[in-house]
């Protein structure tokens, strides 16, 4: 029975009704044709109320093999034939024709069984009959009091639900809505399967198929047909990358078997297609406690050095993705056990043992990150202590910085060329060479490479999506990213709505703040509101959208910008080596600048050369005691920043010179001094580094006035006229 979803089975010694039916692996063994020809059947009426009448088996069709066709003969070994699957196809269409027909005799019958009188049972305890009746569209009896057409199966998906009428109660118009949801999904699920079923894999060699998509769960948000292309494709990618090996689960009984699905699809807009993955649920791993799952990423501060090196020194700027990495590494467990898609069509105990890693494995990023290190050092390249992500061959001069995926490789154009192509015996990958003025989307950013330098930024794009988010796109622009405190503030906290829009727009701003500068202290001081924003933290948030609006055009550019942090001295030094670069780090704090808690913050900006590299906004983890204390401790953050890109420049063998800029003549004074003056007997001893690397002479302290500190505009809100003049040395323009 197609509708009830069960099958009878007839054996010698009778019928039996069952809800699964597994068919035997050999032709011989799957029916007896003598009982078949036999059967006979009489439908079921528990209550009387039919005319007797006998079904043959003419009435149900019977499967039987198709001709030539290796899997009817055995489904565990071989896949049915593209000829077997239209058979069967048409058999269904047939069986749903059938039904119908059958239903309508069945009405017919009881419509003129009815008529006749039944005499009833004249018990004084024992309610009267309800009346029945027969629905005309799925053919099944219902008490004429009951609500059958909520639950009619013989409803067709397109056919217009009926509108409650003004006299139901909510609760049954409530009911009537969520069945109308439960049978419009069913509906879809049905048509998924029919198209599934006609978009099956064809195998080259036999023509026969290869996966099976029928009765698994489709998204309702994207055409059946791409979704099950976009699946096959990755069934595909992962055995053409040989990551399992079929495995019966009762050899180990308690090993365990890590679940598995369908991760969300996903649009690729540029190619207008589906792109589908089959994930791992890592939350089911066991991992041992020495387990080392540390996979590093690219610090923004390598990515931006490498480019401007390629700017400085005139080199070619290359692009590429790795297709499925994760497929390409061999976990450090080697018995790994997961369940298998059905759409492979296994049996209940075979599972797979993982030869490759899948993705939402805990431990694949870091078997991916071994895998990738060592083909870099099989080509020649090295890797950095410092910044692990960052590679380099000084023999061709090519440096390239991997994020998980994504590649960004400097050099000669040949030899980044050649660099892909010898990469490509290796892993699957996609790359791409960028002219002048080409854009591509690197780390989620658009890069554009210029004569003399690059961008890499958000884009416009993005911020016209959180103006708008945020309904400030007709909102009145404003000069200056934010104001000073007035005396008459609304304390008031925000609501639960407003608190959550609050949450998000400023989450958007943090990370539009990575490459516009001018808002990193306007952003810092909204996130430190977080857990309970008021009202004048969201006029705060409305004053730094309206600037937004009045500058959504300006850029980063990293090119070479004019800067005050020169002098004749700094630049003898040097001058005579060919690959030396001069780091200058910017400096400046506001003390006591929260009025709240009178902590301070620290800014500054790193170029290198004259590209400006980055910048930060940071509020300090102590109360200074002092304006001299509190440019002490921004003078060590800038130290730690700048000695990080030294390190990493020193491995690719630069020569390199770092130069720290302060207005504060205190601050100064304290950093080329040794040990704690009587006003510095407090601090803590990690902040006197900062005195030994000055001594050592890997760090020199530089005085600049405080109008042409650009490090001003991260510690405070600035003047207009102060902001018109400092922000082009952000490259802000």
């Given at each position: 029975s197609v509708v009830a979803d069960e099958h009878f089975i007839g054996t010698k010694d009778g019928v039996i009704a069952v809800r699964t039916v597994r068919r035997k692996a050999t032709d011989e063994e799957k029916f007896d044709l003598t009982i078949l020809k036999e059967f006979r059947g009489t439908p079921s009426d528990l209550r009387g109320t039919k005319a007797p009448r006998e079904i043959d088996s003419q009435d149900e069709f019977a499967w039987t093999r198709t001709p030539d066709c290796m899997g009817c003969v055995d489904a565990h070994k071989h896949h049915h034939s593209k000829k077997c699957k239209e058979r069967r196809a048409k058999w269904q269409l047939d069986q749903s024709e059938r039904i119908v027909q059958l239903a309508g005799k069945r009405k017919r019958l009881a419509a003129s069984s009815s008529k006749e009188e039944i005499p009833e049972p004249q018990a004084q305890d024992r309610p009267k009959r309800k009346l029945r009746?027969?629905?005309?569209?799925?053919?099944?009896?219902?008490?004429?009091?009951?609500?059958?057409?909520?639950?009619?199966?013989?409803?067709?998906?397109?056919?217009?639900?009926?509108?409650?009428?003004?006299?139901?109660?909510?609760?049954?118009?409530?009911?009537?809505?969520?069945?109308?949801?439960?049978?419009?999904?069913?509906?879809?699920?049905?048509?998924?399967?029919?198209?599934?079923?006609?978009?099956?894999?064809?195998?080259?060699?036999?023509?026969?198929?290869?996966?099976?998509?029928?009765?698994?769960?489709?998204?309702?948000?994207?055409?059946?047909?791409?979704?099950?292309?976009?699946?096959?494709?990755?069934?595909?990618?992962?055995?053409?990358?040989?990551?399992?090996?079929?495995?019966?689960?009762?050899?180990?009984?308690?090993?365990?078997?890590?679940?598995?699905?369908?991760?969300?699809?996903?649009?690729?807009?540029?190619?207008?297609?589906?792109?589908?993955?089959?994930?791992?649920?890592?939350?089911?791993?066991?991992?041992?406690?020495?387990?080392?799952?540390?996979?590093?990423?690219?610090?923004?501060?390598?990515?931006?050095?490498?480019?401007?090196?390629?700017?400085?020194?005139?080199?070619?700027?290359?692009?590429?993705?790795?297709?499925?990495?994760?497929?390409?590494?061999?976990?450090?467990?080697?018995?790994?056990?997961?369940?298998?898609?059905?759409?492979?069509?296994?049996?209940?105990?075979?599972?797979?043992?993982?030869?490759?890693?899948?993705?939402?494995?805990?431990?694949?990023?870091?078997?991916?990150?071994?895998?990738?290190?060592?083909?870099?050092?099989?080509?020649?390249?090295?890797?950095?202590?410092?910044?692990?992500?960052?590679?380099?061959?000084?023999?061709?001069?090519?440096?390239?910085v991997v994020h998980v995926d994504d590649l960004l490789a400097t050099g000669k154009k040949k030899d980044v060329e050649n660099y892909f192509q010898e990469l490509e015996k290796h892993v699957l990958l996609k790359w791409k060479i960028l002219a002048q003025k080409d854009k591509d989307v690197y780390l989620g950013r658009e890069l554009s490479i210029h004569q003399n330098g690059f961008t890499h930024t958000m884009g416009k794009r993005y911020v016209d999506s959180l103006l708008l988010k945020s309904h400030m796109t007709d909102a009145k622009p404003v000069a200056t990213p934010g104001a000073k405190d007035s005396k008459d503030s609304d304390d008031t906290p925000l609501s639960a709505d407003e608190h959550k829009d609050y949450r998000s727009i400023v989450g958007s701003l943090q990370w539009l703040a990575f490459d516009r500068w001018d808002l990193l202290f306007a952003t810092k001081e909204l996130a430190r509101r977080l857990a309970a924003p008021t009202n004048e933290d969201k006029k705060k948030l409305k004053h730094l959208l309206r600037y937004l609006k009045s500058t959504k055009d300006l850029e980063m550019k990293v090119l070479p910008t004019k800067t005050p942090f020169h002098t004749a001295k700094d630049d003898r030094r040097g001058s005579f080596s060919k690959k030396h670069v001069t780091l200058h780090v910017a400096v400046d704090s506001d003390w006591a600048g929260c009025k709240t808690t009178r902590k301070s913050t620290s800014g500054g900006i790193l170029y290198l050369d004259n590209y400006p590299l980055n910048a930060w906004s940071r509020t300090q983890p102590v109360i200074a005691q002092s304006s001299a204390e509190a440019e002490f401790y921004a003078m060590c953050s800038g130290a730690s920043e700048a000695l990080f890109l030294a390190t990493l420049l020193e491995e690719m063998e630069y020569s390199v010179q770092v130069l720290e800029w302060s207005d504060s003549t205190s601050g100064l004074s304290q950093a080329k001094r040794l040990g704690a003056s009587k006003t510095m007997k407090h601090v803590e001893v990690k902040y006197f580094h900062l005195q030994q690397l000055v001594a050592a002479r890997r760090l020199y302290p530089r005085k600049i006035a405080g109008l042409e500190n650009t490090a001003d505009l991260m510690t405070k809100y600035v003047d207009l006229d102060i902001l018109v003049k400092l922000r082009p040395t952000l490259g802000l323009c």
């Open positions: 009746v027969v629905c005309e569209k799925c053919g099944a009896e219902y008490d004429k009091e009951e609500n059958h057409e909520l639950f009619c199966s013989g409803v067709q998906p397109d056919e217009p639900s009926q509108e409650p009428s003004p006299g139901h109660s909510p609760k049954y118009k409530r009911i009537k809505t969520k069945v109308d949801m439960i049978r419009a999904k069913f509906a879809r699920k049905a048509v998924y399967e029919v198209v599934a079923e006609n978009l099956r894999g064809i195998n080259e060699e036999d023509n026969e198929g290869d996966y099976f998509f029928e009765g698994t769960y489709l998204p309702d948000e994207f055409p059946p047909e791409l979704v099950v292309a976009a699946r096959k494709k990755e069934l595909e990618s992962i055995q053409e990358f040989d990551v399992f090996e079929p495995v019966d689960r009762r050899t180990k009984p308690g090993k365990k078997v890590i679940t598995t699905r369908w991760a969300p699809e996903k649009w690729k807009v540029k190619d207008v297609i589906v792109k589908s993955r089959f994930v791992v649920r890592g939350f089911d791993e066991r991992l041992d406690e020495d387990a080392n799952l540390f996979a590093a990423t690219p610090v923004p501060t390598s990515v931006k050095s490498i480019l401007a090196l390629a700017s400085k020194e005139g080199k070619c700027v290359g692009t590429a993705d790795v297709s499925t990495a994760f497929l390409h590494a061999v976990p450090e467990d080697q018995d790994i056990w997961v369940e298998p898609p059905i759409e492979m069509g296994y049996d209940e105990h075979t599972v797979w043992r993982l030869k490759k890693s899948l993705y939402g494995l805990k431990s694949a990023p870091r078997a991916w990150a071994d895998h990738f290190s060592q083909i870099m050092e099989e080509m020649g390249y090295t890797k950095s202590l410092i910044d692990p992500t960052c590679y380099w061959n000084n023999k061709i001069d090519t440096k390239v």
